[in-house]
């Protein structure tokens, strides 16, 4: 199965090392399974629906027959991911969620592990701000971060590590997002810059929330 280019960008932000990775949210498994391909890496399945983890799980043993050692599904929580019992580092993607649950998730998993090295691959579908001021309260070090475009939609890809490190800083609106090298990505991060900043804005108009330090972080942008 062919990957999405948000999909894409996530298997190719996932570095070698990780003896575990963790597909959470993980719908129907597509990016786990081209994760498979990672011949030291355990691949673990998760989602909370029942019947689309059986289904995974029927479909994993049909067509990956030859890897079978290597992967597992979990029908559970994300908050309830047992990393204790599993050695060796260890990488989450979450993905296809909304920030507010994504911030529930990583604040529940450091909670619950304060003394684990986790790293995290986080890419929200809106809230990308109120993640990012999470992570920076939790004191999360910055590792990667990219921005695509997909079927006229922004994705922040954020690769971020528990591990303290005062080099690595998170940026409340991100830094490497907003750097281009050629003249279509540039006009990409100029479009994406102008609809977060118009929706602030709308926001800011509403009176339904006090966003001016938000517009004014994102208008600091130097493109």
Request: hydrophobic share 40%; net charge negative.
């Amino acid at each position: 199965m062919k990957l999405s280019k948000r999909l894409q960008q996530i298997e190719q932000m996932v570095t070698p090392g990780y003896s575990h990775i963790w597909d959470c949210c993980c719908d129907h498994g597509f990016l786990g399974a081209a994760l498979l391909a990672r011949p030291d890496t355990q691949i673990h399945f998760v989602d909370i629906v029942p019947q689309l983890m059986a289904g995974l799980e029927s479909r994993l043993q049909r067509f990956y027959p030859d890897t079978a050692t290597r992967w597992e599904t979990h029908c559970i929580d994300v908050a309830q991911l047992p990393l204790e019992q599993y050695s060796g580092k260890q990488l989450i993607i979450i993905a296809g969620v909304g920030g507010d649950l994504m911030i529930r998730f990583v604040e529940a998993i450091h909670q619950q592990h304060p003394h684990l090295n986790i790293d995290f691959l986080l890419c929200p579908v809106h809230h990308q701000f109120a993640l990012r001021q999470t992570l920076i309260k939790l004191d999360f070090s910055l590792k990667d971060e990219r921005l695509i475009e997909e079927n006229q939609r922004f994705y922040e890809v954020i690769l971020v590590s528990s591990e303290v490190d005062e080099n690595a800083h998170i940026d409340p609106v991100g830094n490497k997002i907003w750097q281009s090298t050629s003249a279509e990505q540039k006009r990409m991060v100029e479009r994406y810059l102008n609809n977060t900043l118009n929706h602030y804005r709308r926001i800011q108009q509403g009176n339904s929330a006090s966003v001016d330090h938000i517009i004014a972080a994102y208008r600091a942008v130097s493109l």
